[in-house]
Nanobody
């Protein structure tokens, strides 16, 4: 059974850093593109970053480019989202998601992603 479990969410001050983790089980990362998404209260879910299934090429939303870094460890079946220079507007529930249907460069639209974790809360506040 394919499963994704996020962790690492916390309360952090503006300018601080967090690293989110996504533990994958039931499948191998090399065959799936992985995306990080977030949803703030009262807002739609938005794509933050994703990593391609094989080459590991990455894509970032403009709002996080230069501050967030996505990476994966195929041996551990883990995907990470390093978040630096956090802002109050980064406050949201963060989800990781997986898809085997995207073969080329990964996308930040949620529609191709078939498997989702339960989310982890990130609050950026002083």
């Amino acid at each position: 059974q394919l499963q994704l479990v996020e962790s690492g969410g916390d309360l952090v001050q503006p300018g601080g850093s967090l690293r989110l983790s996504c533990a994958a089980s039931g499948f191998t990362l090399g065959s799936y593109a992985i995306g990080w998404f977030r949803q703030a209260p009262g807002k739609e879910r938005e794509g933050v970053s994703c990593i391609k299934r094989s080459s590991g090429s990455t894509t970032y939303a403009d709002s996080v480019k230069g501050r967030f870094t996505i990476s994966k460890d195929n041996a551990k079946n883990m995907v990470y989202l390093q978040m630096n220079s956090l802002k109050p507007e980064d406050t949201a529930v963060y989800f990781c998601a997986a898809t085997a249907r995207v073969i080329g460069l990964c996308v930040l639209s949620s529609s191709p992603y078939d498997y989702w974790g339960q989310g982890t809360h990130v609050t950026v506040s002083s």
